[in-house]
């Protein structure tokens, strides 16, 4: 039996498919040797992450979203990888230059999507677990930005105290997740001026 939630997992599925697809093939990669988790020695000569100079690729940033739209100066809409829109608070709570590394993390039962692990900094150790605290209640959650752009909302797991490493669920696709796992320190070391 096809559930309304079965259907929307299905449909999100497909879409972040159809969107790995048309970052593989702008890397000029193919997309059925990308998707296929099978053809591993393929998938590292198809796919190779898009490394431009610090701040271009694979910058980070994670926002409070706005559920009611007040108009206030705060208020941001930014696109989402779907093409359609949100509002978040223009400042962001934790960004690239809090984030040292990540790790792309494959998800077993869920072959070509990824979780990520990020090590943080001392003082984002301290924003995630406030994140982690503030989303505990179902009242707030958050985007997480991709160049500007919103690739997903999500939910902090709840910390019981601060940490230097942390994990975003996902799924990430491939790309996504392999871009940032090759961006970041560099990323890291741009914005926070080390």
């Not at 190779?48 to 940033?61: A, C, D, L, N």
């Amino acid at each position: 039996m096809t559930t309304p939630k079965h259907t929307a997992y299905c449909t999100c599925a497909a879409l972040c498919l159809a969107a790995s697809a048309l970052l593989t093939a702008s890397c000029g990669g193919s997309a059925s040797s990308i998707l296929d988790p099978l053809n591993v020695d393929a998938r590292e000569e198809v796919y190779k992450p898009v490394v431009g100079k610090p701040g271009e690729f694979g910058v980070v940033s994670i926002h409070e979203i706005i559920r009611h739209k007040r108009g206030a100066e705060k208020e941001v809409e930014v696109e989402t990888m779907f093409e359609d829109e949100i509002i978040v608070d223009r400042n962001p709570l934790l960004d690239s230059s809090d984030i040292i590394s990540i790790e792309a993390i494959a998800i077993n039962d869920l072959p070509g999507f990824y979780k990520l692990r990020l090590h943080l900094t001392q003082e984002g150790g301290k924003i995630w677990r406030k994140l982690s605290i503030d989303s505990s209640d179902n009242t707030k959650s958050f985007a997480f930005l991709i160049d500007s752009v919103s690739y997903r909302t999500f939910k902090p797991r709840f910390l019981y105290s601060d940490v230097d490493t942390v994990i975003v669920d996902g799924p990430f696709d491939e790309p996504a997740a392999l871009n940032l796992e090759a961006n970041a320190i560099r990323n890291f070391m741009h914005f926070s001026q080390q």
